[in-house]
């Protein structure tokens, strides 16, 4: 029998506050264990807590650019648990009315058309602390400082339907989120979060099958593994006549599988109830119409103005706009320069391999979009040819160091003097009598032989335009 897959998200992104949602504590991430605490989020009795109004525009920030409907009630929830991470008992989240909902995000596959995913919906809760397990002296300790800080989660339709999907999807929201500049969207600190829920059904049925929920994804690679690992063994099961359990999963990497973590609890399980400490959070148009101004131009919005503005490819537009720090660094390179597609070619190319060659990002990259501009500004200027580009490109990252004045150093100018250039074509035509005669008599293809020779004689440095020009009208 055929399955089809059916996967649904929930992300949990840190939202970039300085102070913690209910009290003003730090979140200040890498310092000391409970450096960052105070009798609120370390669940003394007696406190209240205050919700911060920076978390909440955030939250409507991000509500908006995931084209949610902001409820402009909403309501905090105490969801019931006993576990020394969050000492109250309970984290304060919204379960019943969500700061937002009904939204969608639009994703590319590379194989499909663009596919609308459903947001359910956004929530606002606090995050709990950390547990770090000393199994040597049998003993377990916690730091509270994560304890309170800021969240949204961001939970999806079951729209999706294979891991390539659910990997696009959560490109896209990483992406947006970093363009609207409300969380770090860090992966390996945890600031950006996933969980995958799965669930396989007979093709063509309409009903979902039970679902299992996989937890600790830290990259988006491990998120695609883990679901086509989930889905194969899922189809095993099924397969084999057995039903599939509810329950949460755990991916290791290191084996690439996922084993049981626990039974699925329900929201039964954890006793919601409103919040007696909080009163309803009320956003009115005003905020709404404040953060909207603050809208920053969105990847799907900055994809069209690429395309319209530089006369980019779909695809270089598409690779460009994918971060807000790839698209800030193409714009600075193209300012100054006339042929833009050029720019964008280099950068996929030629900067971008670079940085996954050498395991650098745009941030720490030891060539700067200013430097690397000056490289391109040199070519469209004729003073150096493409090859040799490319050879200043390497001694930049080496020695970060001014194009311009490597190739001064390095004597690396562009030849485009007409009789330098004619003196070495006839020499290779001199050392190379017999392609002249086979050209001649028509191989035309041994243009690029000839090419070679003076490119050889010349470093790379012989202008090709003069060159190729020279070789016809001579051969
Ligand atoms: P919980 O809070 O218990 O994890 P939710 O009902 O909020 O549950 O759903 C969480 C996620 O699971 C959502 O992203 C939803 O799309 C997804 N989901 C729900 N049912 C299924 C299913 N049968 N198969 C796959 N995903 C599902
Ligand atoms: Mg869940
Ligand atoms: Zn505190």
């Not at 920076?54 to 009630?73: D, G, P, S, Y």
């Not at 400082?145 to 729209?159: A, F």
Request: charge should be neutral; aromatic fraction near 8%; proline fraction near 5%.
């Amino acid at each position: 029998m055929l399955f089809e897959p059916v996967i649904g998200l929930e992300v949990h992104a840190q939202l970039k506050t300085k102070s913690k949602i209910f009290c003003g504590c730090s979140t200040q991430f890498g310092n000391p264990p409970n450096a960052n605490t105070c009798p609120v989020c370390t669940g003394m009795p007696g406190v209240l807590p205050v919700l911060n109004k920076q978390a909440v525009t955030f939250a409507i920030k991000a509500a908006l650019a995931t084209h949610c409907k902001i409820n402009q009630e909403s309501r905090f929830d105490r969801k019931n648990y006993f576990y020394p991470d969050l000492p109250k008992g309970y984290q304060i989240s919204q379960f019943a009315l969500p700061i937002a909902e009904h939204g969608y995000l639009e994703i590319d596959d590379n194989l499909s058309s663009i596919l609308k995913i459903g947001i359910t919906r956004i929530h606002m809760e606090e995050d709990a602390g950390k547990l770090i397990h000393d199994s040597a002296r049998a003993r377990s300790m916690v730091d509270l400082n994560r304890t309170g800080v800021p969240l949204i989660e961001i939970v999806s339709e079951p729209d999706l339907r294979t891991p390539q999907q659910a990997g696009a999807y959560l490109r896209k929201l990483h992406s947006i989120l970093k363009y609207i500049d409300v969380c770090d969207c860090n992966m390996e600190q945890g600031n950006f979060r996933c969980d995958a829920n799965i669930s396989l059904r007979p093709l063509g049925q309409k009903a979902f099958g039970i679902r299992a929920e996989l937890k600790n994804l830290n990259s988006f690679k491990h998120v695609e593994k883990a679901i086509s690992y989930e889905i194969e063994r899922q189809t095993y099961v099924l397969e084999e006549g057995r039903a599939v359990i509810q329950e949460t999963r755990l991916w290791d990497p290191v084996k690439n599988k996922t084993h049981s973590m626990r039974g699925k609890e329900e929201a039964h399980d954890y006793r919601y109830f409103p919040d007696p400490d909080l009163v309803p959070l009320i956003v009115d148009d005003k905020w709404i119409l404040s953060v909207e101004k603050q809208m920053p131009e969105l990847p799907d919005e900055k994809y069209s103005r690429f395309i319209k503005e530089y006369n980019l490819e779909d695809y270089d537009a598409k690779v460009l706009t994918s971060s807000l720090e790839l698209a800030d660094f193409f714009e600075i390179v193209a300012q100054p320069l006339k042929d833009k597609k050029q720019a964008a070619n280099w950068i996929i190319t030629i900067f971008l391999g670079m940085l996954n060659s050498k395991d650098f990002s745009i941030s720490n990259s030891p060539v700067t979009a200013i430097e690397f501009s000056k490289l391109l500004t040199l070519i469209e200027n004729n003073k150096i040819t493409t090859i040799v580009a490319k050879i200043v490109f390497d001694e930049m990252v080496k020695t970060k160091k001014d194009p311009e004045i490597i190739v001064k150093e390095k004597n690396l100018e562009q030849v485009s003097d007409l009789s330098e250039l004619e003196t070495m074509v006839l020499e290779v035509f001199s050392e190379n009598p017999g392609e002249v005669v086979l050209y001649r008599n028509g191989k035309t293809k041994l243009f690029s032989f000839f090419m070679g020779k003076i490119m050889k004689k010349t470093q790379g440095k012989a202008d090709p335009k003069i060159v190729t020009q020279m070789l016809k009208s001579k051969l």
